[in-house]
Every structure is written in structure tokens, then in C-alpha cells.
């Protein structure tokens, strides 16, 4: 459990530089490159020791997981992947929604925290949750919103094959990366 926790602290607390007065700081004395390459580095070993602590964590019953926790995951499961995907292809759905890789991660914590009861499923999707929602609010106060131009409808059709195609892989390995199957 310890390296869960800790690597959720090092996942989100680098992903709080950008919205501090510490980022133009580090990107003067770093260079734009190494700055983005230090970023990332860190962003996966963050990433990683979640992952790999989540797999090791004991089970640690909190809650009954909410009855319709499950149906509310996978109905919002489509929506989270593309909106996870909208957020990094050209489209349209970013016009209309503001931050789509974060409120992808909203539909994508918040209906898995209701799904599952245990300590280390709250520690993840909880700190997901919110991280999204404050990193929503701190954008939006910062002014890093840079309101998009209109593309051609081909790349929302992209986005939203994409995304379905995505979620499909994803139900059919979450056992694979989880311990939970979802089919079969």
C-alpha cells in the first residue's frame, strides 16, 4: 500500500507544477526540452509505482461498493475514452467542452469509486477524481485555456471511433492490467 501512496503523491504533485509559478521557473533554468523530459520521467514513475503498488495492495473493504456503481462504469466508460481522446487529437469537442482529458477523468474515477468499496481503489480513483476537478478549476483561474478553431467533422468521427475502439480494448484486457475481468 505504501507504494501506491506514494506514488500518487509523486503522480499528482508533479502534475500540479504547470499550474504553480514554479513551472516558468523550471523551464528558464531547465530549457522547455528537459523540462518536458524531466516531467514525463517523473509522470511515469509515478504512474508506474500506482500501478505496481495498486497490484500488490492488500484487499481492504471500506464500503459495499454502490449497486448500480457497476452499470454507472460501464456507461461512462465510452464517454471517458473519448473524451480522453478528444483531448489529444484535433476535433470539435473541444469546443464545446473545455477540458476533455480532465472531465474524461471524472466520468473515468468517479463511476469506478462507485464500483469499488476497498482501501487502494479509493486511494486511486478518489486522488484521480480530485486532481480532475481542482486542475479543472485552477485552469480555468490561470487562463491556460486557449479557445479552439473548427476543424473538419472527419476529426470527431476519428475521435469517436478511436475512443470506442479504445474502451473495446480496454474491457477486453482489464483483467490483464486490474485483476477484475469485465468479459468472459
Same mark, same amino acid.
Given at each position: 500500500?505504501?507504494?501506491?501512496? #506514494?506514488? %500518487?503523491?509523486? /503522480? /499528482?504533485?508533479?502534475?500540479?507544477? &504547470?499550474? %504553480?509559478?514554479?513551472?516558468?521557473?523550471?523551464?528558464? %533554468?531547465?530549457?522547455?526540452?528537459?523540462?518536458?523530459?524531466?516531467? +514525463?520521467? #517523473? *509522470?511515469?514513475?509515478?504512474?508506474? *509505482?500506482?500501478?505496481?503498488?495498486?497490484?500488490? *495492495?492488500?484487499?481492504? &473493504?471500506?464500503?459495499?461498493?454502490?449497486?448500480?456503481? $457497476?452499470?454507472?462504469?460501464?456507461? +461512462?466508460?465510452?464517454?471517458?475514452? #473519448?473524451?480522453?481522446?478528444?483531448?489529444?487529437?484535433?476535433?470539435?469537442?473541444? $469546443?464545446?467542452?473545455?477540458?476533455?482529458?480532465?472531465?474524461?477523468?471524472?466520468?473515468?474515477?468517479?463511476?469506478?469509486?462507485?464500483?469499488?468499496?476497498?482501501?487502494?481503489? %479509493? #486511494?486511486?480513483?478518489?486522488?484521480?477524481?480530485?486532481?480532475?476537478?481542482?486542475?479543472?478549476?485552477?485552469? +480555468?483561474?490561470?487562463? $491556460?485555456?486557449?479557445?479552439?478553431?473548427?476543424? +473538419?467533422?472527419?476529426?470527431?468521427?476519428?475521435?469517436?471511433?478511436?475512443?470506442?475502439?479504445?474502451?473495446?480494448?480496454?474491457?477486453?484486457?482489464?483483467? *490483464?492490467?486490474?485483476?477484475?475481468?469485465?468479459?468472459?
Amino acid at each position: 500500500m505504501m507504494l501506491l501512496v #506514494i506514488g %500518487t503523491l509523486i /503522480f /499528482f504533485g508533479i502534475h500540479l507544477v &504547470p499550474s %504553480t509559478p514554479f513551472k516558468p521557473q523550471l523551464v528558464t %533554468t531547465l530549457g522547455e526540452k528537459k523540462y518536458k523530459m524531466l516531467f +514525463s520521467l #517523473i *509522470s511515469l514513475i509515478g504512474l508506474g *509505482s500506482i500501478t505496481y503498488g495498486f497490484s500488490l *495492495s492488500d484487499f481492504v &473493504p471500506l464500503w459495499d461498493p454502490l449497486p448500480w456503481g $457497476r452499470t454507472l462504469a460501464f456507461v +461512462s466508460m465510452p464517454f471517458a475514452v #473519448i473524451m480522453m481522446c478528444a483531448a489529444e487529437i484535433p476535433n470539435n469537442i473541444k $469546443r464545446f467542452v473545455r477540458h476533455p482529458m480532465l472531465i474524461g477523468l471524472i466520468l473515468w474515477s468517479g463511476p469506478h469509486l462507485a464500483a469499488n468499496g476497498d482501501l487502494a481503489s %479509493t #486511494i486511486v480513483f478518489l486522488s484521480f477524481g480530485v486532481f480532475a476537478l481542482v486542475d479543472v478549476y485552477l485552469v +480555468s483561474k490561470g487562463g $491556460r485555456y486557449k479557445p479552439k478553431q473548427p476543424v +473538419s467533422f472527419l476529426w470527431d468521427i476519428a475521435v469517436i471511433f478511436l475512443g470506442l475502439i479504445l474502451y473495446g480494448v480496454l474491457m477486453s484486457f482489464h483483467g *490483464s492490467f486490474t485483476g477484475m475481468p469485465l468479459i468472459g
